[in-house]
């Protein structure tokens, strides 16, 4: 057995894991401290607080009483409260309430008035959109946003300026008109730029020092990499933003919106791709991938894709954003997340899509990985956007869910009292079926599908 060899992958899998666990245990963490501090809030107390299962590795108990813990196993977590018979917080343990007093016994899950009990349980998921929505207002506030004009932030590094070609554009230019289409907004830059020619040059109308010039400058939308998709077959031949495709398949390209043409075409063969990268030229080969990606009216549509997004042939100007302002693209940031994955699985329930979009822990502790080698901000973005999931899944109403269990408090809500003991553990043993085979489907996608 070749030892040696085997250290690179081994290498690269306990770094996918050690990222999976960060991931899991920062949004489990969040969770679980949800229904914790509501809870603390609501009156009712909290025995345990583990982060993990199985074989306790450190514990203390607080000043409250409160046992603190982390696990064994990483892949979860619970809140055990008073008089609850386990981490569930369906059931009680009837004999331990039957003895106490009024008072213990509002301290308990199952004593506490209804809104206790819903806040508590509705605090996890709750807690994971908060998370999710701090984590995308930090990036707006930091990274800043797009001027709503046109304007000219850097020039990025391109063939065409290496081989001497005239670049009139310079930072600041406000861009009013691309060759002779007016641009006063970037919805209507992208439009007159997919309306050009590709040339070496093209024409700007810019605003410069309060003086209006024509100028010559770079194509606006080279085949320029802007972003590269996690897990992808761009990611896989390692290319990265700010590359050039010049050809595909030895045929030259001039704009990015001839490569899905070209990719499309391929029908998922391989394709050969001459790539420049700060002033070297070299090949790489790699195979689309069959993807289902959302449309803009809410459907789906399945292309070959190669996982890249264009960039324009400058850096936008950014301004700064405001608390309220970031935290209003965070929000929405945050639904878009949840609309694309409840659509997502709709259409994966009616058939609309391949059910393999549907990935398990294997799938996720891999784009995990992948996130991380791509640095921290793609490791952090994507642990927010797998904390909206994760809290848009607690929501679902099955029992052992959070959801189930507001569905278990809406139904005392309307009635005027709680399922009974029986119901709630038929109930909840097909809620566990449901999710377990559920994991099972997702485990056997991450398995067999491409």
């Known amino acids: 057995m070749d030892i040696i060899g085997l250290i690179p992958s081994f290498g690269g899998l306990i770094w996918t ?19 914790y501090i509501v809870g603390r809030w609501s009156g009712i107390h909290a025995e345990v607080f583990s982060l993990g299962f199985g074989p306790v590795l450190f514990s203390r108990v607080d000043r409250r009483g409160t046992r603190w813990q982390v696990a064994l196993l990483p892949l979860g977590g619970y809140v055990k409260f008073l008089g609850d018979a386990d981490a569930a917080s369906a059931t009680a343990d009837s004999s331990a309430i039957a003895g106490m007093d009024p008072a213990a016994r509002r301290r308990t899950m199952q004593g506490a008035p209804l809104w206790a009990r819903a806040a508590t349980v509705a605090a996890g998921p709750f807690f994971n959109f908060v998370m999710s929505i701090i984590v ?5 506030m930091v990274q800043g946003v797009a001027t709503d ?12 300026a290496s081989q001497g070609t005239s670049q009139g554009l310079a ?16 919805p209507a830059f992208y439009a007159a730029a997919g309306a050009t020619q590709p040339a070496p040059t093209v024409d ?12 010559e400058g770079p194509f606006p939308l080279p085949p320029l990499v802007g972003t590269i998709q996690l897990q992808s077959a761009a990611a896989a031949a390692d290319l990265e933003p700010g590359d050039v495709i010049l050809s595909v398949n030895g045929e030259p390209i001039s704009s990015f919106d001839e490569l899905p043409e070209r990719v499309a075409a391929s029908g998922g063969q391989s394709l050969l791709l001459e790539v420049w990268r700060g002033g070297e030229t070299f090949e790489v080969t790699l195979v689309p991938r069959r993807s289902d990606v959302p449309t803009a009216s809410g459907g789906f549509e399945t292309r070959w894709l190669i996982g890249i997004t264009s960039a ?24 878009f997340i949840a609309q694309t994955s409840l659509s997502g699985l709709w259409h994966m329930v009616t058939g609309a899509i391949s ?10 502790a891999e784009t995990s990985g992948a996130a991380a080698a791509q640095g921290v901000e793609s ?9 909206t999931a994760v809290g848009l899944l607690n929501l679902f109403p099955v029992p052992v869910l959070d959801g189930g269990h507001l569905v278990f408090h809406a139904w005392e809500a309307v009635t005027g009292r709680p399922p009974s003991e029986r119901a709630l553990r038929i109930l909840m043993t097909a809620g566990f079926a449901m999710l377990l085979t559920l994991m099972i489907f997702a485990l056997t996608n991450d398995i067999f599908c491409p």
């Not at 700007?204 to 100028?215: A, H, I, K, P």
């Not at 490791?379 to 904390?387: G, K, R, Y």
């Open 17 to 35: 894991l050690a990222a999976f666990v960060v991931a899991l245990s920062i949004i489990v963490a969040v969770h679980e401290y949800g229904h």
């Open 379 to 387: 490791f952090v973005w994507f642990i927010a956007v797998l904390s």
């Open 136 to 140: 995308f207002a930090g990036f707006f």
């Open 312 to 335: 324009p042939a400058f850096e936008p100007e950014t301004r700064a954003t405001g608390p309220f302002e970031a935290l209003n693209r965070g929000v929405q940031q945050t639904v």
């Open 204 to 215: 700007y109308r810019v605003l410069r020092d309060d003086r209006e010039l024509v100028v």
């Open 355 to 364: 059910s393999c979009n549907l990935r398990g822990p294997i799938g996720i």
């Open 171 to 186: 930072e600041g230019d406000r861009i009013l008109a691309i060759e002779g289409r007016e641009t006063p907004d970037y």
């Open 149 to 160: 004009v046109p304007t000219v932030g850097r020039i990025t590094d391109l063939p065409t």
